[in-house]
């Protein structure tokens, strides 16, 4: 039996979570106050997952670079991955919030879109 000591990041509170193992099997979550604990508690201990943030070059444009995100967590083991791919790409002005920037990053099923707006150098 195994005992895995987790600190929940669901919300402020960040509750101290036990989750008890035999193997792959989950016996017990302790220490979560809320049900979203719970399952963030199960969901780490057997495919966490995690939101991707990071910059993309834009050319162009009023900024140099724009800030982007996964449009939803992907596997943890799959950050790498979408972060190099990511650094390849520059993209041209303009660009607005929630374009999306990168379609099915690292074969996650999950897009990258664009979290502001860069507009296009008036000459």
């Known amino acids: 039996m195994e005992i895995k000591n987790l600190t ?4 402020p509170l960040g509750c101290a979570i036990k989750v008890e193992m035999d193997g792959e ?3 017990h979550v ?14 780490e201990v057997t495919a966490p997952v995690r939101m991707v ?12 670079v724009l800030s982007v995100k996964t449009r939803e967590p992907i596997p943890k083991e799959k950050i ?10 520059e993209l041209l002005a303009p660009v607005h919030a929630g374009d999306v920037v990168l379609k099915n990053a690292a074969d996650t099923g999950v897009d990258i879109v664009a979290t502001k707006n860069v507009a296009l150098v008036k000459s």
């Open 30 to 43: 302790k220490g979560n106050t809320c049900k979203r604990g719970e399952v963030y508690a199960r969901r």
């Open 8 to 11: 929940c990041i669901n919300c």
């Open 53 to 64: 943030t990071s910059t993309v070059r834009v050319t162009g444009g009023t900024l140099p």
């Open 80 to 89: 790498f991955a979408c972060v190099q791919a990511l650094k390849v790409i």
């Open 25 to 27: 099997t989950i016996l």
